[in-house]
C-alpha cells in the first residue's frame, strides 16, 4: 500500500494574471520533484486560473480557512526577498519555492482552459492595455496600426478587461479602436485565451495576456518598457524569441520606472516605450 502523502500548501498571493500563470511551470516542477512526499493544494488570489490544473491536487482561494489545518507551508512571489523588477519572473517564483532558477525546457508556459472553444477566427488581435506610462502605448499610436491593418484588409479586434489592481491602487483600461472589432470586457479569460490561439498575430504590452499568449503557438509582438524584455520573457521550445518580437525603445538604462526618466536629457520622453515605426515594422513582418 502506497504511504499517504504529506499535505503540502503552496500560497500564490500575487494579484496579476501574468504573475499567477508565470508559476504554472514552477508548479508543474514542484510536482515533479514532489510527487511521492507531498500533496500539494494551492493556495491563490487568483485561484480561478488553476481550476483545471493537473499539477495541484486542490485549490483553494487565498483565505481559505483550510489552510489553518496545513502545518507544512511554501510561499512563492515574496516582494521582500527578491527585487521583482531584477529578477526573471520565473526565478522570482521558483526560488522561494526551493527550486533555484528553472531551465529554458522548464519554462514552458501553459494554460488549462475549462470552457469549450467558442471563439471567432481573426487576423490580428490588440491589447491596448493602459497602466503605467512606461508600460503603455500611446492610444493614438494603436489606432495608427488598426488602421494600418485595416488597410490591408486584415480583421482586427482588440481584446482586454478593464479592471481595478488593489496592489497597485490602479484602474487599468483596454480601450476600444475605431474600425476594430471591441471584444473588451465581454471574453472570458477561457475565450480569450481561444481567441490568442486561433489569430495570426497578437500585438501587446507586457502584462497578463502576453503571458497567456506565451501558452498558445500563435506569433507576438510584445511593445517594451522601462523593464529589460529577458526579465518578461515567454519560453517556448526552449527560445524566448521562438515566435516571439520584443520592440525595445531606444533607453538602454533599463531602471524600472513605471512614470518618470531618470536620465536628465530624456526629461518629457520615455525612451523605453517603442516608436510607432518600429512596432508597425515588427507587426508587418511577422504578417509576411
Known amino acids: 500500500m502506497a504511504a499517504t502523502r504529506e499535505r503540502l500548501a503552496v500560497l500564490l498571493p500575487c494579484e496579476g494574471i501574468g504573475d499567477a500563470l508565470f508559476a504554472i511551470p514552477v508548479l508543474r516542477k514542484l510536482r515533479e520533484v514532489h510527487r511521492e512526499h507531498y500533496a500539494l493544494e494551492l493556495f491563490a488570489r487568483r485561484h480561478e486560473l488553476f481550476a483545471s490544473c493537473p499539477y495541484v491536487d486542490s485549490v483553494h482561494r487565498i483565505d481559505d480557512p483550510a489552510l489553518n489545518s496545513i502545518q507544512k ?53 490588440l491589447n491596448t492595455s493602459m497602466t503605467w506610462p512606461t508600460r503603455s502605448w500611446a492610444l493614438e499610436n494603436w489606432q495608427r496600426l488598426a488602421d494600418a491593418l485595416r488597410s490591408r484588409r486584415l480583421s482586427v479586434a482588440v481584446v482586454g478587461k478593464d479592471v481595478h489592481i488593489e496592489a497597485d491602487r490602479m484602474d487599468k483600461r483596454s480601450p476600444a479602436l475605431e474600425g476594430a472589432r471591441n471584444l473588451v470586457n465581454s471574453l472570458s479569460l477561457d475565450q480569450t485565451y481561444y481567441t490568442l490561439k486561433k489569430c495570426r498575430l497578437f500585438v501587446t504590452g507586457q502584462g497578463g495576456l502576453s503571458v497567456l499568449a506565451g501558452a498558445t503557438d500563435t506569433e507576438i509582438v510584445v511593445l517594451g518598457m522601462s523593464i529589460e524584455w529577458s526579465k518578461r520573457a515567454i519560453y517556448r521550445n526552449e527560445d524566448p524569441h521562438y515566435k516571439v518580437t520584443y520592440v525595445s525603445g531606444t533607453c538602454p538604462v533599463h531602471c524600472a520606472s513605471t512614470s518618470t526618466c531618470p536620465l536628465p536629457e530624456n526629461r518629457g520622453e520615455l525612451k523605453c516605450v517603442p516608436r510607432y515605426e518600429a512596432v508597425e515594422a515588427a507587426v508587418l513582418a511577422r504578417l509576411t
Do not use: C, N
Open 73 to 125: 507551508r511554501l510561499r512563492m512571489f515574496k516582494t521582500d526577498g527578491l527585487l521583482h523588477w531584477m529578477v526573471d519572473t520565473f526565478d522570482f517564483l521558483s526560488i522561494p519555492a526551493g527550486l533555484g532558477t528553472l531551465t529554458f525546457r522548464e519554462k514552458q508556459l501553459e494554460y488549462f482552459p475549462g470552457e469549450p472553444d467558442a471563439a471567432e477566427a481573426l487576423d490580428v488581435v
